[in-house]
């Protein structure tokens, strides 16, 4: 028959057809002994649907058919899926709810097929909910509305039961929480609001009580081990049933419970706490500590608190300890200042490997550690010890080093490392304008005795070296002055040999002394006091003959002899033997006065040479009352006074033919102490003058802000020293102060 002839269904009996095959399906889903359907069996129920829907109205049943089909659902939920649910407890509950849900959604996939056209049409015309929605939200508002708590507190028991150390069954907890999921169709609301917040809630209470017993039992270190054995298996537990979702919210609770409500009591542990730990370095259970407390907002404060607090503490305790060595040895005081660098200096430098390896590995490099170290260092490497400050104590330790690996005769590669890590000490020294200063002295004075004296200078590997190092650390300007002296050097050598090359062809000009000038840039070197010393006549005619020289090669340079810092080597004729005396300029110059005059008297001497009655107390004293006694004083006492006269000692004698006579050194610290001042007004000047032409107009405070930032590399400006410099760029026109607002400069250019 054709289309239109279709014998129309009516809704009664369409329905006991579509009726029957549902109770079919019911029956398969119970278990109960039933045929499976046959794509014949799926086709005529599609197309009895499809009938009944396009039929003419008022026999287009489409409505009608789609309350049905909700209600086909509600009345098996009622009659057959609540009352088997209400009647289990506990796992056994669950087991149902999760075969429950299973069936549900067989059902709804195999409903939804016969009952596909509504969906595609009817439902699509009046936007209703479509007919896998409706078959979800049944079991939604009627299972899962009842059971969901009952559930919730069955699946949390679960977790606290497995938390204890009980199998459970991990699979079925993992798909009664897919329900959870699944329920919301896309959206996670029901699993967060009725499993989650409640199962959190659990969580906390439950390490709450553990953390309260743990703290009083447990040491630091196996509490710590508890705790990150509790946050991996919450994390497996995550992995194994809980969505994904819960992982940060459930270690969140626990952190918050295991460290953050105890932290203070868990790192200040008497025995154990984190001050013990550093004490006995125990270095895996402060990585464990770095591990938990880096998950926990603000938690690595304290830890790196301490931990400069430690550090702090040892590095004083090295300066105490330096301190009360230099005043055990006050007596020997030569011995104390070498003790003192080369011991406190290398404690110092093992101290910052120790930790910074603390930094590096325990604590991966985190910036708040490495603030930590530096602070630390910051204290006490700026304490000095026994009146010499750190800037002192690390140049001479640097010039220890440099002396062909110092006292301990080190290799190649442990100078260079040395090195490395004495200019990493100088970037928490806060005047690193005075070490620069104190090392140009030490090393200007050793460079010229040595080059003077032997012509070869130890090391200048390690010298170019740790200039490159000190250049990185702090800058081109820190380091100039010193590659100025190296260059100086290099330069001399050549002059040198020019001048010999000059006396081989002008042989009348030859002073017949053996001469080695080093000529030296006056800005690089330290200042030396320069005196107008009167030269024997033998060594006048050395200076004439080489200002001659000098003077063939440039026209417009000054010349000024630093008598204070030559040598010469004299032959002394004494009546046991003949030796040669090495001796400065100075004594070279008082002792050829006794080549014209048997006795004379201090004033004698004082007036021939025209030198200060310090520098003629050092001079006599080393010639006639240490360990050489050239010149036989009267009276023959231990120190030099204005009456005393002296006398050439022809019978001095010593089992070596060469002998080297000290002059005692002039203590340079106050001066270097003044110079680096000087320089250091000089800096403030400069730097004042740049930003305020810069800015034109700046109030007090920033001016004197932007002042020590820019000076901070090279040392610490006092605030008070800012404003006198402040005050004299005033007097000397070059700011001035606004009339209205005293506090505020302007620049006059």
Request: charged content about 30%; aromatic content about 10%.
């Given at each position: ?7 129309t ?50 026999h ?107 199998q ?6 993992k ?49 710590m ?113 070498g003790?003192?660098?080369?011991v ?72 260079e ?37 032997f ?18 650390q ?106 040669e ?39 006599l004293h ?35 033919r ?36 810069s ?5 007090h ?16 400006p ?18 001035e ?9 302007r620049?006059?250019?």
């Open positions: 028959m054709t289309m239109n002839e279709r014998k269904i009516d809704l009664e009996q369409g329905w006991e057809f579509m009726q029957k095959g549902i109770t079919r399906l019911k029956n398969i889903l119970e278990g109960l002994p039933e045929p499976q359907f046959s794509s014949g069996d799926y086709m005529m129920r599609y197309t009895t649907i499809y009938n009944m829907c396009t039929q003419k109205p008022p287009d049943y489409s409505q009608q058919l789609y309350d049905k089909y909700r209600e086909s659902f509600e009345e098996y939920i009622t009659s057959t899926v609540l009352p088997s649910l209400r009647e289990k407890h506990d796992e056994f509950m669950l087991r149902e709810l999760v075969k429950r849900w299973a069936n549900h959604k067989v059902m709804v996939r195999w409903l939804f097929r016969f009952f596909h056209y509504l969906d595609r049409y009817f439902i699509a015309r009046r936007s209703l909910p479509p007919l896998n929605e409706v078959g979800l939200t049944c079991f939604r508002e009627l299972v899962y509305q009842e059971l969901n708590a009952k559930v919730r507190d069955a699946v949390i028991s679960l977790i606290d039961q497995e938390r204890e150390g009980e459970i069954d991990r699979a079925l907890l798909n009664v929480l897919d329900i959870f999921v699944e329920i919301g169709m896309g959206q996670m609301d029901y699993y967060e609001n009725d499993f989650e917040a409640t199962m959190l809630k659990d969580t906390a209470a439950y390490y709450s009580r553990k953390a309260s017993n743990w703290i009083l039992d447990d040491s630091c270190p196996d509490y081990l508890k705790a990150e054995e509790c946050l991996k298996r919450e994390k497996d537990r995550v992995s194994h049933y809980l969505h994904s979702s819960s992982e940060p919210k459930l270690l969140e609770k626990v952190q918050h419970e295991l460290l953050s409500v105890c932290t203070n009591r868990l790192l200040d542990k008497e025995h154990s706490g984190c001050h013990a730990l550093l004490r006995d370095d125990k270095v895996e259970d402060l990585s464990r500590m770095f591990r938990l407390f880096s998950k926990i907002p603000r938690g690595l404060d304290p830890v790196s608190s301490i931990f400069k607090q430690h550090v702090t503490a040892e590095g004083t305790a090295l300066v105490k300890q330096a301190e009360d060595a230099a005043s055990n040895k006050k007596a020997d005081k030569k011995d104390v200042v003790m003192q660098e080369q406190f200096v290398r404690k110092v430098i093992e101290l910052h490997d120790k930790y910074l390896a603390y930094v590096n590995d325990c604590f991966q490099n985190h910036t708040l550690f490495h603030k930590a170290l530096k602070e630390a260092f910051e204290v006490f490497c700026n304490k000095g010890v026994a009146g010499s400050s750190s800037a002192e104590l690390l140049a001479t330790f640097c010039d220890n080093i440099l002396k062909k690996g110092g006292s301990e005769k080190l290799s190649d590669e442990a100078i490392e040395t090195l490395e890590k004495v200019v990493k000490l100088l970037a928490y020294i806060s005047d690193k304008d005075l070490f620069a200063e104190f090392y140009r002295i030490i090393v200007g004075r050793k460079k010229l005795a040595r080059r003077l004296l012509d070869k200078s130890a090391n200048d590997d390690h010298e170019r070296s740790i200039l490159t190092k000190l250049k990185q702090c800058g081109g300007q820190f380091t100039s002055k010193m590659e100025g002296m190296v260059t100086d050097l290099t330069l001399a050598r050549e002059n040198q040999t020019h001048f010999e090359e000059y006396l081989s062809n002008s042989p009348y000009a030859n002073p017949g002394i053996d001469l080695t000038v080093t000529v030296l840039t006056t800005g690089f070197w330290p200042s030396y006091k320069s005196f107008d010393l009167n030269l024997p006549a033998e060594m006048i005619k050395c200076v004439e003959v080489f200002r001659d020289f000098y003077q063939t090669k440039t026209k417009h340079r000054k010349l000024t002899w630093i008598y204070s810092l030559g040598t010469c080597n004299l032959i002394g004729k004494f009546e046991p033997k003949t030796m005396l090495i001796v400065t300029t100075y004594q070279a110059s008082a002792l050829l006065l006794f080549n014209s005059s048997d006795r004379l008297s201090y004033s004698e001497i004082m007036t021939q040479l025209n030198l200060t009655d310090d520098d003629v107390v050092r001079l080393s010639l006639s009352c240490a360990k050489y006694k050239i010149l036989n004083k009267e009276p023959s006492t231990k120190t030099i006074s204005s009456t005393d006269h002296f006398e050439f000692n022809s019978n001095f004698t010593d089992k070596m060469r002998i080297k006579i000290p002059l005692p050194p002039v203590d340079e610290k106050k001066k270097v102490i003044e110079d680096v001042d000087k320089d250091r007004r000089y800096a403030i000047d400069a730097s004042i003058v740049r930003i305020m032409k800015r034109k107009v700046l109030g405070q920033q001016l004197v802000m932007e002042c020590v930032e820019q000076l901070g590399r090279m040392f610490k006092d605030f008070k020293a800012i404003k006198k410099r402040i005050e004299d760029l005033i007097t000397r026109d070059y700011l102060r606004d009339k209205d607002n005293p506090n505020t400069f620049y006059l250019a």
